[in-house]
């Protein structure tokens, strides 16, 4: 059903590129032009969206044992990148065209304009619907929202270019009324500013869980006393926190206890109620491997007497 969605939607986009070149070649307006530019660049990121959300669905195989779950990230990345590309550009061109304003035919101007607005904002309001799904964790239904990056780096994108859109029929108005050209530009540039401003912290989500930066809101102590909640651990070493996508949360660890002749259906009780606890915080995917005492490592993550030691 997305991906049908998101069909449609490439469609749309192409219809507006189309329609807006030609009339702006017709009226001499950049800011027809620049908007048509910018709708290529939202279908690419659109087209991007469609082919990770294909990838992110492919099953896991002995090559891909992961299957392709950092495609919604790095599509994120990838379309949020290009955004604040085309917007810098846009904020280039602008500021040139103030100081060079040229004669535009508003008609064309303010009919095309409203036909995008209406289009990308249909566009955007689809992808915004898109990109939220609410599962739920535990006896309790512990419910979590997680937001596509993928799906919402495209939503940004049709957001930005409807906006835009709005600032081309706003200018095409003052054109129209008052011959004054250099709106078009100064419209232009508060837009692009604004949409930098809002884009900024998916680059930033995106680019650091393609880095494998702990990206949970998750207070550390909390998660230090879960894991050092039964007396008998008396290290943990080697922790690693990643979101590979928006709705995998991993964490992975080794538990050092304190009797090494603990039989296995204890040390399996032991971890699976640490497990538990972990997944009330939201993790999914949790591989903890237990040690013996010649693995003590004695780093931050370390755990004497149920203090942290530092």
């Given at each position: 059903?997305?991906?049908?969605?998101?069909?449609?939607?490439?469609?749309?986009?192409?219809?507006?590129?189309?329609?807006?070149?030609?009339?702006?070649?017709?009226?001499?307006?950049?800011?027809?032009?620049?908007?048509?530019?910018?709708?290529?660049?939202?279908?690419?990121?659109?087209?991007?969206?469609?082919?990770?959300?294909?990838?992110?669905?492919?099953?896991?195989?002995?090559?891909?044992?992961?299957?392709?779950?950092?495609?919604?990230?790095?599509?994120?990345?990838?379309?949020?990148?290009?955004?604040?590309?085309?917007?810098?550009?846009?904020?280039?061109?602008?500021?040139?065209?103030?100081?060079?304003?040229?004669?535009?035919?508003?008609?064309?101007?303010?009919?095309?304009?409203?036909?995008?607005?209406?289009?990308?904002?249909?566009?955007?309001?689809?992808?915004?619907?898109?990109?939220?799904?609410?599962?739920?964790?535990?006896?309790?239904?512990?419910?979590?929202?997680?937001?596509?990056?993928?799906?919402?780096?495209?939503?940004?994108?049709?957001?930005?270019?409807?906006?835009?859109?709005?600032?081309?029929?706003?200018?095409?108005?003052?054109?129209?009324?008052?011959?004054?050209?250099?709106?078009?530009?100064?419209?232009?540039i508060g837009f692009s500013i604004f949409i930098l401003f809002h884009s900024y912290p998916l680059l930033k989500k995106s680019f650091l869980s393609l880095m494998d930066v702990n990206t949970i809101e998750i207070d550390e102590q909390s998660l230090e006393k879960i894991i050092a909640s039964d007396e008998r651990i008396?290290?943990?070493?080697?922790?690693?926190?990643?979101?590979?996508?928006?709705?995998?949360?991993?964490?992975?660890?080794?538990?050092?206890?304190?009797?090494?002749?603990?039989?296995?259906?204890?040390?399996?009780?032991?971890?699976?109620?640490?497990?538990?606890?972990?997944?009330?915080?939201?993790?999914?995917?949790?591989?903890?491997?237990?040690?013996?005492?010649?693995?003590?490592?004695?780093?931050?993550?370390?755990?004497?007497?149920?203090?942290?030691?530092?």
């Amino acid at each position: 059903m997305k991906e049908k969605k998101l069909l449609w939607i490439i469609i749309f986009n192409l219809f507006i590129i189309v329609s807006e070149i030609f009339f702006g070649l017709v009226s001499n307006s950049f800011a027809l032009i620049a908007d048509a530019l910018h709708n290529i660049g939202d279908v690419i990121a659109v087209a991007i969206t469609y082919l990770a959300l294909r990838l992110a669905s492919t099953k896991a195989s002995f090559k891909y044992t992961f299957g392709f779950l950092r495609a919604e990230m790095m599509a994120g990345f990838v379309n949020t990148l290009f955004l604040f590309l085309t917007m810098f550009y846009m904020i280039y061109e602008s500021i040139f065209r103030f100081m060079h304003p040229e004669i535009i035919e508003p008609i064309y101007m303010i009919v095309v304009g409203i036909i995008a607005v209406i289009a990308n904002g249909v566009s955007a309001y689809i992808l915004n619907n898109m990109g939220v799904a609410s599962c739920s964790h535990g006896e309790h239904e512990h419910h979590h929202d997680h937001e596509d990056t993928n799906i919402r780096s495209a939503y940004l994108h049709m957001l930005a270019d409807a906006l835009i859109s709005v600032g081309v029929v706003v200018a095409g108005i003052f054109i129209y009324f008052f011959e004054v050209y250099r709106v078009d530009s100064l419209l232009t540039i508060g837009f692009s500013i604004f949409i930098l401003f809002h884009s900024y912290p998916l680059l930033k989500k995106s680019f650091l869980s393609l880095m494998d930066v702990n990206t949970i809101e998750i207070d550390e102590q909390s998660l230090e006393k879960i894991i050092a909640s039964d007396e008998r651990i008396i290290e943990y070493h080697d922790l690693h926190i990643y979101q590979p996508s928006s709705k995998e949360r991993f964490i992975s660890f080794h538990l050092v206890l304190n009797d090494d002749t603990i039989s296995l259906k204890k040390s399996r009780l032991l971890v699976s109620k640490v497990e538990e606890k972990l997944e009330h915080l939201g993790f999914n995917h949790i591989l903890i491997q237990l040690d013996d005492q010649t693995c003590l490592k004695h780093h931050k993550y370390c755990i004497k007497e149920n203090n942290v030691s530092v």
